[in-house]
């Protein structure tokens, strides 16, 4: 593999490994739901223009380049009983909660306009999750006004999980996020880039912690 020469090739490495409807439905099936799970095979991807569409309907000023950059990091899948949202982040940002509020919120909009609803008349509820790639733990010392004070979504945090947590997923996913983990100590991240457990993962993975989360730890 070649060394990464720009954060645009690393950040094609994250779309296309966490593009991948088992991708999503592992993070989502390990660290959120509790019985009953998703099939990554009834899992649809979603477009997410109708909702900038939708938010620029509503005054908002962000500018197309704006929305898709703000984006470009986020998966949007639907399923029979609610959509899922997985937001891939990298920096630590006070902005994170209005960033992920804002898109809830383009997003229900757009489900009025088309009815998509549930039998009983709802609307479809949105699972929002955050995977903070990073071997720091992410701290918000404020939360905009702009958001509401009771919104919440679930963050994932692979420098607060556990190496047993970590152990019980795919090797795949397991070894990125064990990379992410331990990316800051250059020793243990050439253990990882030599072990046999690397040399046996999937080529997006590979190429995910070969592009960029070794990107993250040399910049």
């Known amino acids: 593999m070649s060394t990464v020469n720009s954060l645009d090739d690393a950040i094609d490495a994250i779309k296309d490994y966490f593009g991948q409807e088992d ?3 592992e993070v989502i099936n390990h660290f959120i739901l509790e019985e009953e799970k998703l099939n990554p095979s009834e899992m649809i991807p979603v477009d997410i223009m109708p909702i900038f569409y939708k938010l620029k309907g509503y005054g908002s000023k962000l500018t197309l380049e704006k929305f898709l950059s703000m984006y470009r990091n986020l998966f949007l899948m639907k399923t ?23 898109f809830e919120s383009g997003l229900y909009a757009t489900q009025i306009e088309t009815w998509d609803c549930l039998e009983d008349g709802g609307l479809l509820p949105c699972i929002t999750v955050v995977l903070y790639l990073s071997p720091e733990p992410y701290h918000l010392s404020e939360i905009a ?23 019980k997923l795919s090797e795949d996913l397991g070894g990125v ?11 243990k991240r050439q253990e990882l880039l030599s072990s046999e ?16 989360l070794d990107y993250m730890s040399i910049n």
């Open 197 to 212: 457990e690397y040399a046996r993962m999937e080529d997006s993975a590979r190429e995910l912690i070969w592009r960029f």
């Open 177 to 187: 996020l064990k990379f992410a983990k331990i990316s800051n100590d250059a020793m």
């Open 80 to 102: 029979e009983h609610f959509y899922c949202v997985l937001l891939v982040e990298t920096e630590m940002s006070n902005a994170l909660p209005v960033k992920a509020c804002l």
């Open 145 to 167: 006004s702009e958001c509401p004070a009771d919104y919440c979504f679930y963050m994932i945090e692979p420098a607060k999980i556990s190496d047993d947590k970590i152990d």
């Open 23 to 25: 991708v999503i439905a």
